[in-house]
């Protein structure tokens, strides 16, 4: 068996590959550990939405785009499914487990600026190379996410 080969495969030789492996960690540690307001099962049913809808919005408009890079441009590897299929369904689990409808607008602040910060420092170690997309244009993105799509989930899930 040729393990460099599998490991260039996984893209795990790629400039900062440590931030989005060790931010996934932190932020999964933080879930398992976390005082849990959701149930298992819509922690299970919003991460595997959120992974699912990230995954394949970067399958979809990536290639054709070509906004940012993550890794070595050009190859799929562990940090882009990370990256697209694990951080932001970890902040969306969080989000909705401390998310109240009465200081929505405190909450949907919080994590824009935390997931801008995490777009930022992915960019600062290398990991990320923007083309067209900078930090900053997510605002609208992460509003709709935050603001609209997760509290409408979670409302779904719990009148499914």
Same mark, same amino acid.
């Given at each position: 068996? @040729?393990?460099?080969? =599998?490991?260039? @495969?996984?893209?795990?030789?790629?400039? /900062?590959?440590? +931030?989005?492996?060790?931010?996934?960690?932190?932020?999964?540690?933080?879930?398992? &550990?976390?005082?849990?307001?959701? $149930?298992?099962?819509?922690? +299970?049913?919003?991460?595997?939405?959120? /992974?699912?809808?990230?995954?394949? $919005?970067?399958? $979809?408009? /990536?290639? @054709?785009?070509?906004?940012?890079? %993550?890794? $070595?441009?050009?190859?799929?590897?562990?940090?882009?499914?990370?990256? *697209?299929?694990?951080?932001?369904? %970890?902040?969306?689990?969080?989000?909705?487990? *401390?998310? !109240?409808?009465?200081? !929505?607008?405190?909450? #949907?602040?919080?994590?824009?600026?935390?997931?801008?910060?995490?777009?930022?420092?992915? #960019?600062?170690?290398?990991?990320?190379?923007?083309?067209?997309?900078?930090?900053?244009?997510?605002?609208?993105? &992460? %509003?709709? #996410? +935050?603001? #609209? &799509?997760?509290?409408?989930?979670?409302?779904? =899930?719990? @009148?499914?």
């Amino acid at each position: 068996m @040729n393990y460099k080969k =599998i490991l260039d @495969n996984f893209d795990v030789s790629a400039q /900062g590959i440590w +931030y989005p492996i060790g931010l996934s960690i932190i932020l999964l540690i933080f879930v398992l &550990f976390m005082p849990k307001k959701l $149930t298992w099962k819509e922690i +299970y049913i919003t991460f595997g939405v959120v /992974g699912w809808l990230a995954t394949i $919005t970067d399958l $979809t408009f /990536g290639p @054709n785009l070509d906004f940012f890079d %993550l890794g $070595t441009p050009q190859h799929e590897g562990i940090g882009d499914i990370i990256s *697209y299929g694990i951080i932001p369904a %970890l902040f969306a689990v969080i989000f909705l487990n *401390y998310y !109240k409808k009465e200081k !929505k607008w405190r909450f #949907v602040l919080i994590f824009i600026v935390l997931s801008l910060l995490a777009h930022w420092i992915m #960019v600062q170690v290398g990991f990320m190379k923007e083309h067209f997309w900078k930090v900053g244009y997510d605002i609208p993105v &992460f %509003l709709f #996410v +935050y603001r #609209v &799509f997760l509290p409408w989930h979670l409302r779904f =899930i719990r @009148n499914a």
